[in-house]
C-alpha cells in the first residue's frame, strides 16, 4: 500500500444477543451484563450491553480489509470506549485520514451506532509501503 486512502468505512453490524452469546462461549466473558436481562436491569444500562471486545473487532475487522498484510503485521491501534452498545444497534466503523509522515498512515478511527453516536473512538496507525 504506498497511498493511504483519504476515508475507510467497515459494513454495518446489527448486534444481537446471539451474538453476545456466541461471543461470550469465544471469549470465556460470560458477565451477566451482557447474557442475563434480569441482571442487567438491575444496572445504570437497563439492559444488557454489548462486550466491547466484540464491538472493537468490528474496527479491526476494518482496518484488515482496507490494509491487510501492513495492517496485521505493523498497525497500532489507541482507542477508547465511549458508550454502550445494545442488542439491536447497528453499528458502522469508520475513519478519516489525519496525517502520513515518517512512513505511516494516521487515522482518526470511530465505530458509530445507527443515531451516529461515537461508541467507540481512537488512532490508527498503518506503515506505508515504500
Not at 15 to 20: I, P, R, S
Not at 23 to 32: E, L, M, V
Not at 54 to 73: H, I, P, Q
Amino acid at each position: 500500500m504506498s497511498d493511504a486512502p483519504p476515508r475507510i468505512a467497515g459494513p454495518e453490524h446489527r448486534v444481537t444477543e446471539a451474538q453476545l452469546r456466541r461471543y461470550a462461549d469465544a471469549s470465556g466473558d460470560r458477565n451477566p451484563l451482557h447474557l442475563d436481562p434480569a441482571f442487567a436491569a438491575t444496572t445504570p444500562y437497563g439492559k444488557p450491553i454489548a462486550h466491547g471486545m466484540l464491538v472493537l473487532a468490528f474496527l479491526s475487522e476494518m482496518l484488515t480489509r482496507e490494509f491487510g498484510k501492513a495492517w496485521l503485521c505493523g498497525g497500532k491501534l489507541k482507542t477508547r470506549f465511549r458508550a454502550p452498545v445494545f442488542p439491536g444497534d447497528t453499528v458502522t466503523a469508520g475513519g478519516t485520514l489525519r496525517a502520513t509522515s515518517d512512513g505511516m498512515a494516521v487515522y482518526d478511527v470511530a465505530v458509530r451506532n445507527q443515531g451516529g453516536a461515537e461508541v467507540i473512538t481512537g488512532e490508527a496507525s498503518i506503515p506505508l509501503d515504500s
